[in-house]
Nanobody, 115 residues
Framework: VQLVESGGSLVQPGGSLRLSCVASGFLFSNYAINWFRQPPGKEREWAAT????????AYADSVKGRFTISRDNSKNTVYLQMNSLRPEDTAVYSCSARINRLDFWGQGTQVTVSS
């Protein structure tokens, strides 16, 4: 199982970024995928989830209305579109999948929101 994130960057407040998570080594379409983030000096926190069944989505209150999670099963990829970014969104963003009761994680991608 492998999850590889990309798309992190330095962006100004109010800007947008799209993160990607490319998966391999398992039947991608059968599993929900999550995005988590870890701000500097803080605990990792859940940001968003997209289901495998009907693409149902869920968001943390802190990102609801600004972030959108989506998936393309033909590309084994999950996206996180982030709009109206704030300095408090600065974090390492990681995707994860729970497979057979084991959690698998990518290496993360850094997002920095600063002027």
């Amino acid at each position: 199982v492998q999850l590889v994130e990309s798309g992190g960057s330095l962006v100004q407040p109010g800007g947008s970024l799209r993160l990607s998570c490319v998966a391999s080594g398992f039947l991608f379409s059968n599993y929900a995928i999550n995005w988590f983030r870890q701000p500097p000096g803080k605990e990792r926190e859940w940001a968003a989830t997209i289901s495998s069944v009907d693409d149902t989505t869920a968001y943390a209150d802190s990102v609801k209305g600004r972030f959108t999670i989506s998936r393309d099963n033909s590309k084994n990829t999950v996206y996180l579109q982030m709009n109206s970014l704030r300095p408090e969104d600065t974090a390492v963003y990681s995707c994860s999948a729970r497979i057979n009761r084991l959690d698998f994680w990518g290496q993360g991608t850094q997002v920095t929101v600063s002027s």
